[in-house]
C-alpha cells in the first residue's frame, strides 16, 4: 500500500473527528479494542486449561518430539437420534531420532463453556506403546465417558506430551 493511500485515510479520519464525530469514533474504537482484547483472552484461557493440567500431573515439561495426524471424529446416534461425538480416532508419528512413547489428551467445548470431560474431571487421555524412531502408530482411539453433541461442538484442544 502507498504512503498516499494511509495519508488519505488519516486525513479522512481527521476530517471525521473535527466535523464533531469525536464521540463515534472514540465508541467505535473502543468498541473494536474490546472485542480483540476479549478474543485474545479467550484464546490463552482456552489453551491454558490443558498446559494447567499436563503442569499438575507431575510430568516433567518437555517439548514432545511428536505430533498427532490422521486424526477422524468417532460419532454414534444417540438416544435422541441425534448424532454425537464420542470420541476420536488419530495417529501418533515420533518425529525423534530415538523411540519415545507419549500421552496424548484432549477436551472438548460445548456451548456455555461446557466441556467434556468436565474441568473438575481428569482429561480423557491415551499413552502410546514406545514409538520407533520417526515411525508411526495408527489407530489411537480417545473415547468419551458422555457424548457431545456435532451442533454443541464449540472447539477441540489436543496436546501431546513426551511420556
Do not use: R
Not at 467505535?28 to 476479549?38: M, R, V
Not at 490463552?44 to 490443558?50: K, R
Not at 466441556?115 to 473415547?143: G, H, R, V, Y
Amino acid at each position: 500500500m502507498s504512503h498516499f493511500y494511509f495519508e488519505k485515510n488519516i486525513n479522512k479520519i481527521t476530517n471525521q473527528i473535527n466535523n464533531g464525530n469525536l464521540q463515534k469514533f472514540v465508541i467505535h474504537g473502543s468498541f473494536i479494542a474490546i472485542l480483540i482484547i476479549a478474543t485474545t483472552s479467550m484464546a490463552v484461557a482456552d489453551e491454558s486449561i490443558l498446559t494447567q493440567t499436563f503442569t499438575n500431573s507431575g510430568i516433567t515439561k518437555v517439548v514432545p518430539h511428536g505430533h498427532v495426524e490422521d486424526f477422524s471424529w468417532i460419532k454414534k446416534v444417540s438416544t435422541d437420534g441425534v448424532i454425537e461425538i464420542s470420541g476420536i480416532g488419530f495417529s501418533v508419528v515420533n518425529d525423534d531420532k530415538i523411540a519415545h512413547s507419549f500421552e496424548i489428551c484432549t477436551i472438548i467445548q460445548g456451548p456455555l463453556e461446557i466441556f467434556t470431560p468436565a474441568l473438575d474431571n481428569p482429561l480423557a487421555c491415551i499413552a502410546t506403546e514406545k514409538i520407533e524412531s520417526s515411525a508411526k502408530i495408527t489407530s489411537q482411539i480417545i473415547d468419551f465417558s458422555h457424548g457431545v453433541k456435532v451442533s454443541d461442538l464449540v472447539d477441540i484442544s489436543i496436546a501431546i506430551q513426551e511420556l
